[in-house]
């Protein structure tokens, strides 16, 4: 897969692909991703990439040339990619989203800055618009970073299997249950009796359980597209929960 963000801030992608999941993607031949500057597709002296918006108001917006022409140039080299635009009005990424972007051969992704993006590239050359969640960031760099990281690991090859995206949270629907390691008592915080019982029975129903009440706690909107059996709606009921 090949990545390409267009950003006035090629640096700071410097770092974050140096290390972890991506940089073994990059290493392995499985992930390619190029940074370009925007700046490099401005005409004027002071190589301008905002103005100030039409009608009036605070902050700047991205001016629509210097974005077309990068698109235009990428799109030819090579062809079949897919434009990202970061954005706050986005659509929210989530691992389904990002399991359907580790599909593809190419993704373009434009990160905006200011108050946004002149409206006639949203319209004219964007196929997709994405927000990581619902806060403010300065700029699409981060999410950008974001969008990376949540689809290079989905992408076939590039985790080992023993920790496939299969076994990952949210795979079935629910959070994680707790994990503990040596040592058994740690400051006099004991790990729970029943993962050292070596009743592997046990502790599956425990794990399950677990999952369950830490999703019905901090997350129970995921109860409602989750994979639940009889006994799972049976444990839930007995926390109170009841279906939507
Ligand atoms: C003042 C109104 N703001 C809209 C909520 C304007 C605005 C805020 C932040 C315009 C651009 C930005 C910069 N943010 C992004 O470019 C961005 C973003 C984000 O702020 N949150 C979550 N996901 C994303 S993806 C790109």
Redesign the pocket.
Known sequence: MLFDIVTIFPHFFDSSLKDGVVRRAIEADILKVRTVNLRNFTTDRHRTTDDRPFGGGEGMVMKPEPIYKALDVLKKEPPGARVIL?????KLLDQALAGELAQLQRLILV??????VDERIREHCVDIE???????????EI?ALVVIEAVSRLIPGVLGCESSAEKDSFSDGLLEFPQYTRPRVFNDWEVPEVLLSGDHAKIAKWRREQSLGLTYEHRPELLDSARLDEKDIKYLRSLGWEES
């Open positions: 970061l954005s706050p009005r986005g990160c905006g800055r200011y108050e946004g994405l927000s990581v969640g619902d806060y403010v960031l300065s700029g699409g999410a």
